[in-house]
């Protein structure tokens, strides 16, 4: 997978894993998975983004387990 992430994942309310490792994303995370309020683990290591990772992937009152949001 190559690209974006597309900001219409943050509309999948019931998504608890996003596991995109591994691919050869670029761009920024969008801000719209802040959304996703029942994800407990995000990875995204091993891609080629740009942003640093979001305040909402380090909030412990809202992620229960692991966000692994690093490029």
Sequence with gaps: MSGSIPSGLGGLASLTILDLHSN???????????NLT????LDLHSNQLTRSRPSWTTSPTSRSSTCTATS
């Design 38 to 41: 029942n994800l407990t683990i």
């Design 24 to 34: 050869q994303l670029s761009g920024s995370i969008p801000t719209e998975l802040g």
